[in-house]
């Protein structure tokens, strides 16, 4: 168990609300990382932090900002949901042996379904 | 850029039968090569990984793959598949740019019949 929890874990909304999911670590990894599944696509990096204040843009990310205030806590939020947004989320640390090919550790999932 | 292709949405064994998953990357520099697998409804957790060294991996649950540099495969197998092997799996492919970035394939949904 690495220690990580995502938080909603299910969440229904609608088109144009604003929607921030919470990604909760204990281990004090350095770099985290946001994804979403979608089939016939895979995983796919939305946006990811290398620090405290140290994000950037993923393969995906229009549409997605992240915080990052503190080091346990990575946050994504959706300004103004639309359909193209549903999908399962995952959270994601690194390992911290620091080297080439670390492990990527992930969270449970948080569904979101935009009406 | 990297990439990964996973051949197969799906794929059918029997219990006992060899299992066979395939994965082809692109990479510009030696990749650091993943698989990956997610049992339904949860997160993903990892079988085995390819840095450098031995080419032949040993991972998780009986599962091996195969670093193939002349073939850029990265193939995944299992001598005789048990029931409780059915699940997606995924491969995935980081370089070493320090972010640790993963590009990962469409995935494949392994189902096993008695």
């Known amino acids: 168990d690495a220690g990580i929890t995502q938080s909603p874990r299910h969440k229904v909304t609608e088109t144009g609300t604003p929607v921030t999911l919470r990604c909760h670590q204990t281990?004090?990894?350095?770099?985290m990382y946001w994804y979403r599944q979608d089939p016939g696509h895979g995983l796919r990096l939305i946006h990811y932090?290398?620090?405290?204040?140290?994000?950037d843009k993923g393969e995906v990310s229009d549409g997605y900002s992240v915080s990052r205030s503190k080091t346990e806590d990575f946050l994504l939020t959706l300004e103004s949901a639309t359909s193209s947004q549903t999908s399962v989320y995952f959270c994601?640390?690194?390992?911290?042996?620091?080297?080439?090919?670390?492990?990527?550790?992930f969270g449970p999932g948080t569904r979101l379904t935009v009406l | 850029a990297q990439s990964v292709t996973q051949l197969g949405s799906h794929v059918s064994v029997s219990e006992g039968a060899l299992v066979l998953l395939r994965c082809n990357y692109s990479?510009?520099?030696?990749?650091?090569l993943f698989w990956y697998v997610q049992y339904p409804n949860q997160g993903l957790q990892l079988l085995l990984k390819?840095?450098?060294?031995?080419?032949l991996v040993k991972g998780i649950n009986g599962f091996e793959a195969e670093f193939k540099k002349s073939e850029t495969s990265f193939h995944l197998t299992k001598p005789s598949a048990h029931m409780s092997d059915a699940a997606e799996y995924f491969c995935?492919?980081?370089?070493?740019?320090?972010?640790?970035?993963?590009?990962f394939g469409t995935g494949t949904r392994l189902l096993v019949s008695p």
């Open positions: 932090s290398y620090g405290v204040k140290d994000t």
């Open positions: 995935a492919v980081s370089e070493d740019t320090g972010f640790q970035k993963l590009v």
């Open positions: 994601a640390i690194r390992g911290i042996a620091g080297g080439p090919g670390d492990e990527q550790f």
């Open positions: 990479s510009s520099v030696p990749p650091y």
């Open positions: 281990e004090n990894h350095r770099y």
């Open positions: 390819y840095t450098t060294g031995a080419t």
